[in-house]
Nanobody, 118 residues
């Protein structure tokens, strides 16, 4: 069973930065398009950024120009550099391989909490 372990979240002031990391178990990481998702209280989980196996990236309009997704296949790890954070970025952040509607795998990690507040 695939497992994801996210880290790097925390409390940050508006305008601040955080770098999230997510490691995926198994040996097939390099073939998947990977995505960072977030879920705010009372809202559905949404995809905010994705990176393909050839490092093509896509971003939700709400984070474009502020977030950067990257991957390190040798470490089975995907990163999300978040700059110019806003209160509306507050959510639990998860990673998964990107599926057609949601994450590809049914098993999700525990996520990492990002709170943007003064």
């Amino acid at each position: 069973q695939v497992q994801f372990v996210e880290s790097g979240g925390g409390l940050v002031q508006p305008g601040g930065s955080l770098r999230l990391s997510c490691t995926m178990s198994g040996s097939m990481f390099r073939i998947y398009t990977m995505g960072w998702y977030r879920q705010a209280p009372g809202k559905q989980r949404e995809l905010v950024a994705s990176i393909s196996n050839i490092r093509s990236t896509n971003y939700d309009d709400s984070v474009k120009g502020r977030f950067t997704i990257s991957r390190e296949n040798a470490r089975n790890t995907v990163y999300l550099q978040m700059n110019s954070l806003k209160p509306e970025d507050t959510a639990v952040y998860y990673c998964n391989a990107k599926g057609s509607v949601d994450g590809l795998f049914a098993s999700w990690g525990q996520g990492t909490q990002v709170t943007v507040s003064s």
